[in-house]
């Protein structure tokens, strides 16, 4: 349905828009000014702008009015948490309030509380008390709302009775909207956010399908990854969330969050939103009647194990030599291999490639012990014997008699090709592993369609998802291929990447962003994670520095999770699921966390960075760096 926000409706027909928020102090007029026609410059549809109390909500007025006078008519949206009264003022004076249920009428305070049903009740009924009053304003003024649940600040109460799942996250959100309706007001535009992409897409997907099976209307949908980062990580991570779901067909608004200035992320959510503008008609994807795959949680497809890959197995990393005209040690440094002369040996990345695909190629020196080699049927003849080099087959080569490999052979499909007879087949050959591929412009459904058949015929092969992007460039290759793979790793489907680009491809960008796609989606960790949020008017130190600095100091740390927030206020509640926190407490003073826990208060900030590696050392997660 659509919702009416200034002159810039939102849902129904409606293209979907496009949004970001300032960082700059909201009391600074004329930067914030200035950095919103920056946003709207790029592409900004509106702008959205924090209001932490009643005095930067009345400064809204003076931002609007030099907007508007400037000849700039883009929305703006009031941005808040915890203050009622700052929501009201703001409410008459912008076209758009955000508010967060979980710290609207409440403070969060970490606490377990046993409700009855009885002191649910009256708590909904003090939230009732504290909300209506904005409601009324925002019918009164014509003013939008959007109810934005986050993952890492749900209330005390939805936390005792729902835990910080998915459908803890949706009731929050329709405990208020259950209000909006009460009083008759229907211009509500909802979000689900979290830093974990997994989490965010079951979150959206069941808000849906609740409010469908409760007969609410069908809000728009406002899409964004929350504290996704920056550079690379922070596109990946937002791709795959906000991607998949407009894979799925939702969506209305997209955020892209990223630690960066606010006018870098609107390139990143134009490329993911026109790519369905241009997407006109697609080859057919036959229909299911059956969908095995449960939208709303977790589950990886079952698969038999062969050699490392499928059964419990992380997924694995395929890297493109066929085009290469001579494959040496050296050009396997871009895939993680690093050869030593003088030790005589290879040294090994985090981000190493699993296998190598060498199309008709051949290689004269020795490989490391960790890596296999895939090559044509053919050309695997001439080298039998070879360990660890494997033949990959197509179709029309599986024929009775044909040559095999007893370890492990590669079969190459497209969803055209399976038949009863070839499932038949793929379920009797137990040292066989699918790459499959596609030529379809809808290529990930037509992908996970292929899934269902196997799903449907009970074949356990393992399957590597393969995607070939020729014409795009590594920046939006990588936004692309987030969608498209992070869409089927999220549903538990795929046991491995194969990515190629076109002529002239950095092989390095490609192997990264492969590992990256699977860091994302959580299926495969091979470095630090980083929950950094966007930073925004409350931000106490500058986020993009000094997350280049934490991380520079901590690249290596495997699978540890580290949240850099810029505020005391929100930071602790949003970074989520982080095992340790970097959160500005106070202008040049630091507070560090422990999960949860403070460990360190209002350390400054010259020392906070060595005093967060100490934690980390003391709780015995900490290695030293590699040498350079
Ligand atoms: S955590 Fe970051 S983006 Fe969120 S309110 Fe605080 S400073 Fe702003």
């Known amino acids: 349905m659509e919702v009416k926000i200034g002159d810039v409706p939102m849902g129904g027909d409606n293209p979907i828009r496009i949004q970001s928020m300032t960082t700059v102090d909201t009391m600074d007029t004329k930067g914030s000014v200035e950095q919103a026609i920056r946003m709207i410059e790029a592409g900004c549809e509106y702008v959205r702008i924090t209001a932490p ?7 809204l007025e003076a931002i609007k009015k030099e907007l508007r006078v400037r000849g700039y008519s883009t929305p703006l949206v009031a941005d808040i948490h915890f203050t009622p009264n700052a929501a009201e003022l703001a409410a008459r004076i912008v076209e758009k309030v955000r508010i967060n249920p979980g710290n609207y009428a409440d403070k969060k305070r970490f606490e377990e509380i046993e409700y009855t049903d009885a002191s649910y009740e009256a708590e909904l009924e003090r939230i009732r008390q504290k909300f209506t009053p904005l409601v009324k304003v925002c019918k009164e003024y014509g003013t939008a709302m959007r109810i934005g649940t986050n993952h890492g600040s749900l209330s005390d109460r939805i936390m005792s009775r729902y835990g910080d799942t998915p459908l803890g996250m949706v009731e929050s959100a329709l405990e208020f909207l259950r209000i909006c309706e009460d009083e008759g007001y229907y211009d509500v535009v909802l979000s689900m956010k979290s830093s974990n992409p997994q989490v965010m897409v079951q979150a959206y997907r069941l808000l849906v399908h609740k409010l469908d099976e409760e007969g609410f209307r069908p809000y728009p949908l406002h899409l964004g990854v929350t504290e996704a980062g920056d550079g690379e990580d922070g596109r ?3 791709s795959v969330g906000i991607g998949t779901l407009l894979e799925d067909g939702l969506g209305d608004t ?4 990223l630690t960066e200035e606010p006018e870098a992320e609107i390139p990143v959510a134009k490329a993911l939103v ?3 503008e241009r997407r006109e008609g697609h080859a057919t994807i036959p229909p299911v009647t059956n969908y095995p795959i449960d939208p709303f949680s977790y589950t990886r497809r079952e698969t038999r194990e062969v050699v490392n890959i499928g059964g419990h197995q992380v997924p694995r990393v395929v890297a493109d030599f066929s085009t290469s005209e001579k494959i040496t040690p050296a050009s396997l440094f871009a895939v993680g291999y690093n050869y030593s002369i003088s030790l005589d040996k290879w040294n090994i990345a985090d981000m190493a490639c699993d296998f190598i695909y060498v199309g008709d190629n051949t290689l004269d020196f020795e490989i490391p012990g960790t890596l296999g080699v895939i090559c044509n049927h053919a050309s695997w003849l001439q080298t039998r014997g070879k360990d660890r080099v494997y033949p990959l087959l197509q179709v ?3 024929k009775d008699g044909i040559q095999l490999s007893e370890v492990l052979n590669f079969v190459h499909v497209f969803l055209h090709d399976l038949n009863a007879a070839l499932i038949a087949k793929l379920k009797e050959m137990n040292n066989a592993v699918l790459i499959i591929d596609t030529d379809n412009k809808h290529g990930m459904a037509e992908q996970r369609r292929l899934f269902l058949e196997l799903i449907d015929h009970a074949c356990r092969i393992p399957v590597i998802i393969s995607r070939r992007y020729t014409d795009l460039t590594h920046d939006l290759l990588r ?4 969608t498209d793979l992070g869409g089927l790793f999220i549903d538990g489907l795929g046991d491995g990447v194969f990515l190629r680009g076109g002529e002239g491809v950095d092989r390095r960008k490609l192997n990264e962003t492969s590992f990256n796609i699977l860091q994302a989606t959580r299926t495969r960790i091979s470095k630090t994670e980083y929950i950094s949020c966007p930073s925004c008017g409350r931000t106490l ?4 520095e000094t997350t280049a600095k934490i991380r520079e100091r901590t690249f290596h740390l495997k699978g540890v999770k580290i949240g850099i927030m810029g505020c005391i206020v929100n930071g602790p509640g949003e970074m989520a699921d982080a095992d340790y926190g970097y959160v500005g407490s106070g202008p040049g003073r630091i507070t560090l966390y422990k999960g949860k826990e403070v460990v360190k208060r209002n350390v400054p900030s010259a020392k906070a ?9 003391e709780d015995g997660n900490w290695i030293e760096p590699p040498a350079a």
């Open 609 to 617: 960075v060595d005093e967060l590696i100490e934690i980390i050392r």
């Open 541 to 544: 130190f500058d986020l993009q």
């Open 274 to 276: 026109e790519r369905y």
């Open 254 to 257: 997209v955020r892209v969050s």
């Open 396 to 398: 029309h080569e599986l």
């Open 236 to 238: 990946i991570k937002s």
């Open 53 to 59: 109390s009643v005095k930067e909500a009345q400064n």
């Open 479 to 482: 936004l692309y291929a987030a």
